[in-house]
């Protein structure tokens, strides 16, 4: 089972920046594709952006220009930078270890989240 351990949420104004980080903590195989979703109340939990090894990258429409997915060089973190933020995007924020051939497809290992609040 792989830990995951995100940090960097908080509290932002609209318009502001914050740059969200994930370690897995276990390395027993190669980390295909790691992931970020989020869960903002009263809704389902959704991706936000994905990359694999191979450096492709998967966006949702609605962060598309405003977030960056990253990995680091040890292949087993994952960043996310958001700009631009808006209250739309408050949410708790997950990262995932999946696989992404086509679309990416979640594993059963998630972190334990980070908050991520916008204010008007």
């Known amino acids: 089972q792989v830990q995951l351990v995100e940090s960097g949420g908080g509290l932002v104004q609209a318009g502001g920046s914050l740059r969200l980080s994930c370690t897995a903590s276990q390395r027993t195989f190669r980390i295909n594709a790691m992931a970020w979703y989020r869960r903002a109340p009263g809704k389902e939990r959704e991706l936000v952006a994905a990359m694999n090894s191979a450096g492709r990258r998967k966006y949702a429409d609605s962060v598309k220009g405003r977030f960056t997915v990253s990995r680091g060089t040890a292949d087993n973190s994952v960043y996310l930078e958001m700009n631009s933020l808006n209250p739309e995007d408050t949410a708790v924020y997950y990262c995932?270890?999946?696989?992404?051939?086509?679309?990416?497809?979640?594993?059963?290992?998630w972190g334990q989240g980070t908050q991520v609040t916008v204010s008007s």
């Open positions: 995932n270890v999946g696989i992404m051939r086509g679309e990416y497809q979640p594993g059963n290992s």
